[in-house]
């Protein structure tokens, strides 16, 4: 199949074809020896393209069946274990692909991230430990991955807010910009005698200084004799001294008190392990020039150090500071993980999560929340699939053009799928109707015209979305809208009981089960129960745990059979049970006392997509 | 797919060049000669099965064999580090932590036989990549394990291949395991016995409701009756083209199944396949529906049988070949663990160095769970290798091998160079004269060499191999006549090293050595390890475990929080666990409960007094912990691991900010301190001596003034040669 791309030095055009999904592109590799180069390159496909594709190739996702996201998952719940999976989880390729869209032509600028969380400044970060699935890297192995080339070579990085931390806790110099306002409290005479005393020592070193700058011809010992005496020590080739403090109001103090002194002093914070303060180094310079000079130095070894910190996360920073939309096809799970590794621990709730998020990426697309745009709800849940679905279906051809750099390795193929999903992502706009060429006019035409698809997180949880799409979604046959509080969750019956002899079970035991309803297994230890009838599952939770209950529901009670509501689900998933199977994470949760009740279900009323396919969901992977 | 490494194949041949020429003038070669070096025997996927039978025999004929693993981490969280305050039970639950959250990724076992004839031990280093794939579909959890980012950096550093690891890694069923895929197995079969014999619900009545299946199941009738006469008339007649009955249908083809004629059914729906078999079921009863699984798919087959009882055989023959398959199926899911159930069966001394992990790792991978206690895991150890020695253990334990090592570390690469410097560096070294290096002759495959070294530390193969060695000159030392005792049997008999049989360091921090035969603890053998610095023995009664402080509060400063509340010689030490936790031990063990119900009271109150008090400052945040000892252990016992100590509690579910323990609990807790030791008594002096993990994380006045300069530099040199080891 390979040999079907015409390869051409600079661009690979690839002409329509019928199995375009199945091609290989070319796509760059980037690792550690080749980081910066590309990075440089990145950045001015950056600019110039109108999108930019991300997928994440994680080390796992999910530890037990029901820790996976299902389509009875509300955003709460599928906020949390998308939390899960990232904290645990590590980042290995991030694939990034800036394209524009041209009619029916998408230019793209494939790139693929080998990541890994290498401690280099030795300081436990970015990750101390990192979780695998033997599945996910045995899977990746079938696909060729090169596991070598991602632990010797891959890119480290640091998120936003452990780079805060490194560097205090690397104890580097920090250089003082701004001259503190002169504090409002009158001194004590503690802090007058310490500045006095300051103030004296510096006026002698100074003094010293000039004086031992035009004698030059002092003996090494003099020389050494004298530094030791004096306190004085070198920065470079600069002379400075070091003045110990106890408190940050010494700081002040002392930085204050340099403001009175000749501008030839530069001052830098010399930070604790902790996070304090433990000195004040002042550097003195020879004028104004140097001392500009020596500022500008500062700023490069800043800058320098920055970059190396950061590693990776300079491509986030771009795509961030760029502005551009970012589209991906597993937006909560995606992103949840950006968060996580590049930006800063996850929140504990949603709403934060994604307050936090629009701050760094105002405008996220996800091709399977446009997917169900064109089939509201069809049961597409890989990119490959979609293409295939979309080809079959509609008639919106897309021409791909790839560049790449000229280094191209021919056996590197990873980051195909970023690729799918600029191709998945034109063919949407064009089916949608919606004109990226628009895009580049103007800014205010991002949000007028793709504000209704730009927040998935948003659309799936639903209510004030709901009254602009909803209604079509109950089908006959297929997935239908159910309310969070007709769900009833039901655990402790016999091993190896399928859904439909549990529903069997259940039609005959008790009244409730006269009308309509549906079962299908979480996992081999738990099933939901779906009350299609208004009121019943409560009736059902209520009889459950009353005395009077009687006939064959009794019989399955004494057996062990339990049943809790949704609200027991969503606590199990926010207290963090998270067990091997459903079962034993719902017993934990509802013997711990209820302290969600009052915030939660009442302001929320979240509904969930109930699809007879949920066994067939959670099975196939 | 060709990412896995090349071993050096150039290297290969001409080493195999230089031990020919070696071998051809053995008598002249000097040990000048180039060291001829070829890779040990890397086992895979690839070449696991014939590995397998080489090494049985290996073993068989082995005195003893050395082993070492690989791990991809050793610590889930900085602070299930080994601390000198951890008790014997915590620090088993640490080992049990490590082993139950980390892969072995390498497996080295390394046999070792005295040659009387050459003089000198054949050593087969076997280095084995092993990967916990999913290979047979179990119930459960799905695979999983922890990665410490450091330990695969370090592994990154030696080389490691991690491609031939994961790509073509020998995968394993523990003996648990093994029996659920077995049980699954068999319930996966005898539903599909069930299915093709006649009670089973859902194929009873498939209600023919669509006009498409009526039209269906008549043809099918129709087609299988005619394929049935024909076979009949065929029978009687004597064989006939058969051209005209194929071609009718590509779906169906004739083929022998057991030797009966079959019918082969191709590009059917499950749906039409149920259709089939229902007709076959009511219409003939000559005719047996099979699911037949081949190596790669299932077949479907309608079988043509002579009467009810070659239908019976039938059934049977297919219930058979079924078992078979899955028997085979399951001997090769067990994979690696046939090395371990050798090692085991043979009964032979098996020689590790600071094994402990290597060993709760075998039990948790290969045989079963870790126990909760540490005494039930020793037993359970001791019943499937009866017979372990740790050369860590015997390099500790003889004064004249101390004196001998320089005091230098007893980390395996340094004993072995220092012991085996003719292996290690191909030349004698002068101290070594007196004593004569056992020698030993590698041999892999086809090749072999008697001073081989690969040289490629922390290969799991090469580290076997190194602790072989380093087990053959203490042996040496020990005056033991290989001669005599070149029987594995009277090796393990011997009784220079029954004394050490069976010893593990529990924890090496510690000095803690746990008696596999009995489970009890040991002390230290007097006189060992001399650098070992002496700290008072810890009362664990006496401990309070504070967390959640604000954590800019150094050690010192909680120190003198406390001091100036409970008196100033309240505290004995305090010891940073990590940045937000520490232990305090304080001088009597009433102080605890003072201390726990002061904090207690301060925090319910809020008036000024409590705001001044020397405490409120550990308190600030609102979110200092206090509890007695028995909550680490709590906290340790817990699956979960957070990077942080205060996360952790959080974690786990504690929700109160000191517990206070009723009076009688810390009455039998105190019985239970003081029965440990009272057993301890007899060795008084050598009990529980400790050594400093991180030098300032220490307050420990009284024990510094009488430091000498030199206890401080080496406490220093320690402290450094920690932080190497664990990488911190």
């Known amino acids: 199949m390979a040999a079907l791309i015409p390869r051409r030095l600079i661009c690979t055009k690839i002409s329509r074809n019928s199995h375009q999904h199945q091609l290989r592109w070319s796509v760059r590799q980037v690792t550690k020896s080749n980081f910066n180069d590309s990075l440089h390159d990145f950045h001015s496909h950056l600019s110039s393209s109108d999108f930019v594709a991300v997928s994440l190739q994680n080390t796992g996702s999910f530890s037990a069946a029901w820790h996976r996201l299902s389509s009875f998952d509300c955003p709460e719940t599928a906020y949390l274990k998308a939390q899960r999976a990232a904290d645990r989880f590590q980042l290995l390729q991030f694939a990034v692909c800036p394209f524009t869209i041209s009619g029916s032509k998408v230019t793209a600028h494939p790139y693929n991230f080998h990541l890994f969380p290498r401690d280099e400044l030795n300081i436990g970060m970015p990750s101390y430990s990192f979780s695998c699935q033997t599945s996910y890297l045995t899977a990746m192995a079938q696909q060729g991955f090169d596991f070598n080339a991602c632990i010797y070579d891959g890119i480290s990085y640091l998120s936003r807010a452990q780079e805060l931390v490194a560097k205090v806790r690397m104890g580097n110099p920090i250089a003082i910009h701004h001259v503190m306002k002169p504090s409002s409290t009158s001194p004590s005479v503690a802090d ?363 019989e399955l009670v004494s057996e062990g059979l339990r049943a809790a509501g949704y609200e027991t689900y969503k606590r199990a998933c926010s207290l963090g049970y998270w067990e091997a199977d459903l079962a034993s994470s719902l017993d934990k949760a509802s013997a711990t006392p209820d302290c969600f009740s009052q915030s939660g279900s009442e302001t929320n009323p979240s509904e969930v997509y109930w699809c007879n396919d949920l066994m067939i969901n959670l099975g196939d992977l | 797919m060709n990412t896995t490494k090349q071993w050096p194949k150039r290297a290969l041949i001409l080493s195999r060049l230089l031990t020919r020429a070696f071998f051809s003038n053995n008598s002249t070669s000097t040990c000048s000669s180039p060291s001829p070096t070829f890779p040990l025997k890397h086992v895979t996927r690839s070449n696991f099965d014939s590995a397998l039978v080489e090494l049985r025999s290996h073993v068989r004929a082995a005195d003893f064999v050395a082993i070492d693993l690989e791990m991809t981490g050793v610590t889930s969280a900085p602070w299930r580090e080994s601390f000198e305050f951890d008790r014997f039970d915590i620090r088993y639950l640490k080992v049990k932590d490590s082993a139950e959250k980390f892969a072995v990724i390498q497996f080295g076992v390394c046999p070792f036989h005295w040659d009387s004839v050459k003089q000198s031990f054949i050593a087969h280093p076997h280095n084995f990549f092993v990967f916990p794939r999913q290979e047979i579909p179990l119930d459960g959890p799905s695979y999983e394990f922890l990665c410490q980012t450091t330990s695969m950096d370090f592994l990154a550093k030696y080389q490691f291949d991690f491609n031939a690891c994961i790509h073509e890694g020998v995968s394993y069923l523990s003996r648990g395991q093994e029996d659920e895929a077995r049980r699954r197995l068999k319930s996966l079969y005898e539903e599909q016995l069930v299915n093709s014999s006649h009670n089973l619900r859902e194929t009873m009545d498939v209600p023919l409701v669509r006009v498409a299946d009526v039209l269906f199941t008549e043809r099918m009738k129709k087609r299988l009756s005619e394929w049935r006469d024909e076979l009949l008339q065929n029978r009687s007649r004597g064989p006939q083209d058969q051209g005209a009955s194929n071609d009718l249908n590509q779906q169906f083809q004739t083929v022998f199944f057991k030797m009966r004629p079959a019918l082969s059914l191709n590009g059917f729906t499950s749906h039409q396949l149920s259709l089939i078999r229902m007709v076959i079921r009511k219409h003939f009863k000559d005719l047996v529906y099979v699911r037949f699984n081949g190596e790669s798919s299932s077949q479907e087959l309608v079988v043509f049988t002579d009467s009810e009882s070659d239908k019976d055989k039938l059934v049977e023959e297919v219930k058979n070949e079924h078992y078979r398959s899955t028997e085979m199926k399951i001997h090769a899911a067990v994979g690696f663990r046939h090395v371990i159930d050798l090692l085991s069966s043979e009964n032979k001394l098996i020689v590790g160095h600071n094994c402990i992990l290597d060993i709760a790792h075998i039990h948790s991978k290969f045989l079963g769970p870790l126990p909760l206690t540490a005494e039930e895991f020793v037993s359970c150890v001791n019943k499937y290798f009866p017979n372990i020695i740790d050369t860590k253990i015997l390099l500790n334990a003889d004064n004249i091998l101390q004196r001998r090592m320089k005091k230098s570390s007893t980390s395996l690469s340094s004993a072995f160079s220092l012991l085996c410097p003719e292996i290690a560096h191909g030349f004698k070294s002068k101290v070594q004269s007196s004593q004569p290096c056992v020698k030993v002759e590698v041999h892999v495959d086809e090749m072999r060499s008697s001073d081989w070294n690969s040289g490629a530390k922390h290969e799991a193969g090469y580290d076997a191999f190194m602790t072989g060695c380093v087990f053959a000159q203490v042996c040496s030392h020990l005056d033991i006549d290989f001669q005599l005792y070149s029987t594995s049997e009277n090796l393990v008999q011997n009784e220079k090293l029954q004394k050490h049989m069976n010893l593990l360091y529990l924890s090496w921090i510690n000095g803690d050595i746990i008696d596999l035969r009995t489970g009890s603890r040991t002390a230290e053998f007097l006189g060992s390890n001399i650098l070992r610095k002496r700290f008072p023995r810890i009362l664990y009664k006496n401990i309070v475990l504070i967390w959640g402080f604000p954590s800019k509060l150094k050690p010192s400063v909680i120190r003198e929080c406390i001091c100036k509340t409970l008196g100033p010689t309240s505290v004995i030490s305090i010891y940073r666990m990590d940045q937000t936790a520490v232990f305090v031990q304080f001088s009597k063990a009433e102080l605890v409960l003072d201390f726990l119900i002061l904090k207690e009271s301060l925090e319910r109150s809020d008036d000024a007094i409590s705001v001044l008090h020397p405490l409120s400052q550990l308190l600030e945040g609102g979110n200092t912990h206090a509890a007695s000892y028995e909550t680490y252990k709590d906290i340790c016992e817990s699956p979960v691991s957070e990077l942080l100590f205060a996360d952790q509690a959080e974690a786990v579910g504690i929700k109160w900010k000191t517990k206070l323990l009723p009076s009688d609990v810390v009455e039998r807790q105190e019985d239970n301190h003081f029965h440990l030791e009272n057993a301890l008594d007899h060795t008084p002096e050598t009990v529980e001596k400790s050594k400093i993990r991180k030098a300032e994380d220490v307050v420990h006045d009284s024990s510094n003034k009488q430091l000498t300069c030199d206890e401080i530099i080496d406490s220093l040199l320690k402290v450094e040669k920690i932080r190497r080891t664990t990488n911190l």
């Not at chain 1, 590794?341 to 504990?348: A, E, M, N, R, T």
């Not at chain 1, 063919?427 to 949608?432: F, G």
């Not at chain 1, 909803?470 to 859904?499: E, M, N, Q, Y």
């Open chain 1, 192 to 554: 007058t005698i310490f500045v006095e005393r300051v103030k004296s020592r510096i006026k002698h070193w100074k003094k010293a200084c000039a004086d031992s700058s035009s004698r030059k011809t002092d003996e090494a010992l003099v020389k050494s004799l004298r530094k030791l005496v004096l306190g004085g020590e070198q920065y470079g080739s600069r002379p400075c001294m070091t003045i110990d403090v106890c408190s940050e109001r010494q700081v002040q103090l002392v930085l204050e008190m340099l403001g009175e002194f000749s501008d030839d002093l530069v001052a830098l914070k010399i930070p604790t392990k902790g996070g304090g303060t433990q000195a004040v180094r002042v550097v003195l310079t020879s004028s104004m020039e140097d001392k500009s000079l020596f500022e500008r130095e500062l700023q490069n070894v800043e800058e320098e150090q920055n970059k190396k910190i950061r590693g990776f996360r300079e491509v986030i920073d771009l795509i961030s500071a760029s502005q551009k939309p970012v589209v991906s096809h597993n937006s909560l799970n995606d992103f949840s993980v950006i968060h996580s590794k590049f930006i800063g621990p996850l929140p504990v709730n949603m709403d934060e999560f994604l307050c936090s998020l629009r701050l760094v990426f105002p405008h996220v697309f996800d091709v399977n929340h446009l997917m169900k745009e064109i089939g509201p709800l069809e049961n597409v849940t890989n990119v490959p699939a979609a293409i295939s679905y979309l080809k079959n279906r509609f008639f919106a051809p897309i021409d791909m053009e790839i560049s790449h750099g000229a280094l191209l390795n021919e056996g590197k193929i990873h980051g195909q799928t970023v690729l799918r999903i600029c191709h998945l992502f034109a063919k949407l706009c064009s089916l949608l109707r919606i004109t990226p060429g628009a895009i580049q006019s103007s800014d205010d035409n991002i949000t007028s015209l793709l504000d209704g698809y730009a927040n998935p997180f948003k659309s799936c949880s639903g209510s004030s979305q709901e009254s602009v799409d909803g209604g079509i979604r109950i089908w006959t046959k297929g997935p239908r809208k159910v309310g969070c509080k007709h769900l009833v969750f039901l655990w402790g019956f016999r091993d190896s009981l399928s859904a439909g002899m549990l529903k069997s079970l259940l039609q005959g035991s008790h009244d409730v089960f006269s009308e309509e309803f549906d079962v299908c297994l979480v996992d081999k230890s738990c099933a939901i129960v779906v009350f299609l009838q208004p009121n019943l599952s409560q009736a059902f939770l209520d009889i459950m745990s009353s005395e009077g209950i009687s006939g064959s529901l009794r």
